[in-house]
Nanobody
Framework: VQLVESGGGLVRTGESLRLSCAAS????????MGWYRQAPGKERELVAT???????YYADTVKGRFTIFRNIADNTLNLRMSSLKPEDTAMYSC????????????WGQGTQVTVSS
């Protein structure tokens, strides 16, 4: 499945942003989808995931501020981000897992989120 992210940009501390990830095929059949981020000089980190049954997981650093959700009708994965902080600045990428026995096997190119102080 091909994934294309959108919605990144430059915002100020405390503001909100919504990222979207458009999939080339039905996301309903995917085992899981998730958002990752990578800041300059740092390793990629998991932000949030959502399973096929809708179970969500959030990293402690974003819990209570970010919400991951799917729109099955238009095959998109979304990430609503609020109360953004400068430390949220990173390249955000979405990922998809087709086979539950394997890891995420499809990745998007990413969308940049920059939060100014």
């Amino acid at each position: 499945v091909q994934l294309v992210e959108s919605g990144g940009g430059l915002v100020r501390t405390g503001e909100s942003l919504r990222l979207s990830c458009a999939a080339s095929e039905s996301i309903f059949k995917l085992n899981a989808m998730g958002w990752y981020r990578q800041a300059p000089g740092k390793e990629r980190e998991l932000v949030a995931t959502i399973s096929k049954t809708g179970i969500t997981y959030y990293a402690d650093t974003v819990k209570g501020r970010f919400t991951i959700f799917r729109n099955i009708a238009d095959n998109t994965l979304n990430l609503r981000m609020s109360s953004l902080k400068p430390e949220d600045t990173a390249m955000y990428s979405c990922a998809a897992q087709s086979d539950p026995q394997k890891g995420y096997d499809s990745w998007g190119q990413g969308t940049q989120v920059t939060v100014s102080s």
